[in-house]
Every structure is written in C-alpha cells, then in structure tokens.
C-alpha cells in the first residue's frame, strides 16, 4: 500500500518569505515517480514536477525548487521569495512504477498555503 | 491541444435524480482516470481506463456509480440515484504512458446533491 503524508496542514507567510512544503511518502516499490500538484482558489489541479525514485537530483525551476531524499522517504518542496500568487493548496503525489498499481496516483491531504503582501 | 475538458463545471441537482459527468481526454493519451475530491477524504482514485477498457475500479464507493469510456476521446461517470454525501469535486485526468510522463487534470466538476 501507498501513503503520502503532509503534515503541514497549513502555512502562512508574508512576502518574499522562503517556504517548504514537506512531503513524506511510504511504498514498497523499488521504483515509482513523486509528484507535486499546484490548486489554486480556481480549483484546477496544475502540474508542477514528477520526479523518478531512481533520480535524486534536487530540481530548480524559478523561485520553485524540489529536495528529493530517498532515505528518508521525502520530497520537500520549496518556494523562494514568495509571492501572492503563490497562495494555493499544494499537494505531493505518489505512483508506482510498475506492477499492477502502475500509474495510480495516491495523493496527501495537501497543504494551504497562503501568502500575505 | 485544449487539455482535458469536462462538463459540465457546476452541477446542483436533487438527491435521487441521475447525473453524469463527461471528460475527453488529449488526444493520443491511452489512461484516463477519475478521482473525487471532498473535505473529509482528500483526492481519491475511483476508476482509470487504458485503451477504453476499465482496469481498476476499486475505487468506486458503490454501485450507484458507473464510468463508461466507449471511445478514445470521450468517458462518462454516472451516479444514479445521487445521495447528498455524493457532493464533491470530480475530476478527470489523462496521460500517456500510465503518467511516465505526467497526468494532466481536468477543470473538474463540482457536484451538489440537494
């Protein structure tokens, strides 16, 4: 069985704050991809990173950046300088790689953030 | 490409009447899925399809939930009777690969059941 953990239920910050998102994910496959999903107040669920357990490459792309830790089973997501736009419920997400659950992606609860001017 | 489109995006509807929800996927991705998103539950997987032919609907609360996918480009999901605790979020995803290369998600459908 799959489990994805946020244990950050919600986070609050002012402006150009830098923020992590913390993801924990259990799974007894040897290879799976991790996900990070963006749903702003919209309600759209927006597609941010997928990340292969074999590659533990951190990821930079802008302000966003992905820490991916296979020892410790996390895949920490960090916003720099944090902007308004930025407010949003973000969700860490978790497929096999193969076997008969192939492609079944097991979400966390999701994290609010919100972002203060 | 539009992405993913369903329809409709609001539903209100009284409870014991049927409802479907409609998706068509990108074109040339072979897994479509359908998940529901509540307060209480989170985002869960009711049903996925490759090819049009349900592989996995161990997600589906009951029977009172069906999902069709008769062709490439198009799938239902149908609840009939509705009940009030189906109120949720429902949304479809589709991908290429079985998401090697990621899943994109529809606008979703926000259904109440009055």
């Known amino acids: 069985a799959q489990k994805v953990t946020q244990a950050q239920t919600e986070i609050s910050v002012v402006e150009k704050e830098d923020v992590t998102l913390d993801c924990v994910y259990e799974?007894?496959?040897?290879?799976?991809?991790l996900f990070w999903y963006k749903q702003p107040p919209s309600g759209e669920l927006v597609f941010l990173i997928r990340?292969?357990?074999?590659?533990?490459q951190n990821e930079i792309s802008g302000r966003y950046s992905w820490n991916f830790q296979k020892s410790t089973s996390s895949f920490n997501f960090t916003i720099t300088a944090s902007q308004v736009v930025d407010s949003a419920v973000y969700f860490c997400?978790?497929?096999?790689?193969?076997?008969?659950?192939?492609?079944?992606?097991?979400f966390g609860q999701g994290t609010i953030l919100t972002v203060h001017p | 490409d539009a992405g993913v489109i369903q329809s409709p995006r609001h539903e209100v509807t009284e409870m014991g009447q049927e409802v479907t929800l409609r998706c068509k996927p990108i074109?040339?991705?072979?897994?479509l899925f359908w998940y529901r998103q509540t307060m209480m539950r989170g985002l869960e997987l009711l049903i996925y399809?490759?090819?049009?032919?349900?592989?996995?609907d161990s997600g589906m609360p009951e029977d009172r939930f069906s999902a069709k996918m008769p062709n490439a480009s198009f799938s239902t999901l149908k609840i009939q009777p509705s009940e009030p605790r189906d109120s949720a979020v429902y949304f479809c995803?589709?991908?290429?690969?079985?998401?090697?290369?990621?899943?994109?998600f529809g606008s979703g459908t926000r259904l109440t059941v009055v």
């Open positions: 995803a589709s991908s290429l690969a079985r998401g090697q290369f990621g899943y994109t």
């Open positions: 799974t007894r496959d040897t290879t799976y991809y």
């Open positions: 990340r292969n357990s074999f590659d533990e």
């Open positions: 997400a978790l497929s096999p790689a193969g076997g008969t659950s192939y492609g079944k992606l097991t």
């Open positions: 074109s040339g991705h072979d897994y």
């Open positions: 399809f490759n090819n049009n032919v349900p592989i996995d």
